[in-house]
């Protein structure tokens, strides 16, 4: 299968758990590059590791690839393996797959976060996964050898650094989890307010 026309960003080989967390490195880094917010830097992030992960427990080796279609303004990701392939890919996709191992909730997980995920796959022959993100207005017209550029420039953090940022993503987005759920609660009160007042207007 052809992944895309499309000038390709960067490619990355998964051979260990390292790989795995390079890949999520990356794709933040490239989400942030293309002008994507914070949160949707760790949607596209969190997309990756989920699928570069299952490509290499699964079939134990794979290939993350990026690339920016300036055409349809996307970031397209591919991740490929050679493994034994998804044979319950359809019960997974519906919810009904139980994995002690979690693949099913990542798949799912992942098609909530991307704009478009794509599942090739075939027993015996491997799989393939393609997903997609719209550009921010402000970069579709960017240019891809900057980037690359870029990239080549800055290389990925270590483990440790990786991890501090996810536990600063996580402690973000704790907070604002109780800040929607403060507004709720003051919505709720002005609405029962609100309710008392009609019904004693009335009585």
Do not use: W
Not at 114 to 139: F, H, N, W, Y
Not at 152 to 160: E, K, L
Not at 189 to 202: P, Q
Request: with cysteine; charged share 25%; glycine share 6%.
């Amino acid at each position: 299968m052809r992944a895309s026309s499309a000038p390709r960003l960067m490619k990355i080989s998964l051979q260990s758990e390292h790989d795995v967390v390079a890949a999520r490195q990356r794709a933040r880094q490239i989400a942030g590059l293309l002008g994507f917010g914070n949160q949707d830097q760790v949607r596209i992030a969190t997309a990756v590791s989920e699928i570069a992960r299952n490509a290499f427990r699964y079939a134990r080796q794979g290939e993350v690839e990026f690339f920016i279609d300036s055409d349809a303004a996307q970031l397209r990701i591919r991740v490929s393996d050679r493994g034994d392939g998804i044979a319950n890919l359809q019960d997974i996709l519906d919810g009904r797959y139980q994995s002690a191992t979690g693949m099913g909730l990542g798949i799912i997980g992942t098609a909530r976060l991307m704009d478009v995920c794509d599942i090739d796959t075939e027993v015996g022959r491997g799989t393939i996964v393609s997903m997609k993100k719209q550009l921010p207005a402000e970069s579709i017209h960017r240019n891809s050898l900057q980037i690359i550029s870029q990239l080549a420039a800055h290389p990925t953090p270590d483990t440790f650094d990786e991890i501090q940022l996810q536990n600063q993503e996580l402690l973000r987005t704790l907070a604002d989890l109780r800040t929607r759920q403060d507004e709720l609660t003051t919505l709720t009160r002005e609405l029962e307010d609100t309710n008392r007042g009609v019904v004693a207007l009335y009585t």
